[in-house]
C-alpha cells in the first residue's frame, strides 16, 4: 500500500515562530488532507490539497504532486496551535476514499 | 447541522463482552469509515461503506463487524471485546463531487474504548 511519512516528528515553538511540516508520500494520490488534532482528541479538517497551494489565516499549505511531498506551514504560532498534525492521502480510483495516514507531527508552541 | 456524531464518547468493557458504537452523519454522505487510533500511531481505516447495505473491509478489520441499514448511520460491533481493541474509535462520513473521485472526509469526536 501506500506510505506516508511526516517530518519532523516533533516540533517545540516559541509563540510568534514560524514552522514547516512536510509530508511525503510514495505514489500518485487523488486526494490529500491535513488534519489538527487538538489536545481534546478532535480531529479538525485544515486542507483538502491534493494539488496546488492553498491558504486559511496564518495556515497554509502546498502540495506538489509530481515530485510526491506536500507542506504546512504555521506562520506567527500560538498556543492554540498545539496538538499533532497529521497528513492522509488517497490513491483514488476504487479506492473509495479509504485515507491513510502518516505517523503525525507533535507540535507544542510555549507562551 | 450536527455533522457526524458517535455515541457513547467513553466505555469500559471486560475481555469477551459484546457492544456497538454508533456512528451517524445528518450531510447525506454517501461514504463512511471507522478508523482506530493507537497511542503515537495515525489513524488506521477499520471498515468502510460506500454505501446503504454495503460494507467492506479496510486494513484492520480483524475481530470488528460493521453494519450501514441506513445512509446516514454506520455501526461498529465488537463481538467479543479483547485488550487489544482498547482505542480511540473515529467515524468519518465524506461525499462523491462532480469530478473529484472523493472530497474531504469528516470526522465525529471519537469514542474512547477501554478493554479490560
Known amino acids: 500500500g501506500i506510505q506516508v511519512e511526516q517530518s519532523p516528528p516533533d516540533l517545540i515553538l516559541q509563540e510568534g515562530a514560524n514552522s514547516t511540516l512536510r509530508c511525503n508520500f510514495s505514489?500518485?494520490?487523488?486526494?490529500l488532507q491535513w488534519f489538527h488534532q487538538n489536545p481534546w482528541g478532535q480531529l479538525i479538517n485544515l486542507f483538502y490539497i491534493p494539488s496546488g497551494t492553498k491558504q486559511n489565516g496564518r495556515l497554509s499549505a502546498t502540495t506538489v504532486a509530481t515530485e510526491r511531498y506536500s507542506l504546512l506551514y504555521i506562520s506567527s504560532s500560538q498556543t492554540t496551535d498545539s496538538g499533532v498534525y497529521f497528513c492522509?492521502?488517497?490513491?483514488?480510483?476504487?479506492?473509495?476514499?479509504?485515507?491513510?495516514f502518516g505517523q503525525g507531527t507533535i507540535l507544542t508552541v510555549h507562551p | 447541522n450536527a455533522g457526524v456524531t458517535q455515541t457513547p464518547k467513553f466505555r469500559v468493557l471486560k475481555t469477551g463482552q459484546s457492544m456497538t458504537l454508533l456512528c451517524a452523519q445528518d450531510?447525506?454522505?454517501?461514504?463512511m469509515y471507522w478508523y482506530r487510533q493507537d497511542p503515537g500511531m495515525g489513524l488506521r481505516l477499520i471498515h468502510y461503506s460506500v454505501g446503504e447495505g454495503t460494507t467492506a473491509k479496510g486494513e484492520v478489520p480483524d475481530g470488528y463487524n460493521v453494519s450501514r441499514l441506513k445512509k446516514q448511520n454506520f455501526l461498529l460491533g465488537l463481538e467479543s471485546a479483547a485488550p487489544s481493541q482498547t482505542s480511540v474509535y473515529f467515524c468519518?462520513?465524506?461525499?462523491?463531487?462532480?469530478?473529484?473521485?472523493?472530497?474531504?472526509?469528516?470526522f465525529g469526536p471519537g469514542t474512547r474504548l477501554t478493554v479490560l
Open positions: 468519518a462520513s465524506s461525499y462523491k463531487t462532480t469530478g473529484r473521485t472523493i472530497d474531504t472526509q469528516y
Open positions: 492522509a492521502v488517497n490513491r483514488g480510483g476504487t479506492s473509495y476514499g479509504k485515507l491513510t
Open positions: 450531510m447525506n454522505h454517501e461514504y
Open positions: 505514489d500518485s494520490v487523488n486526494n
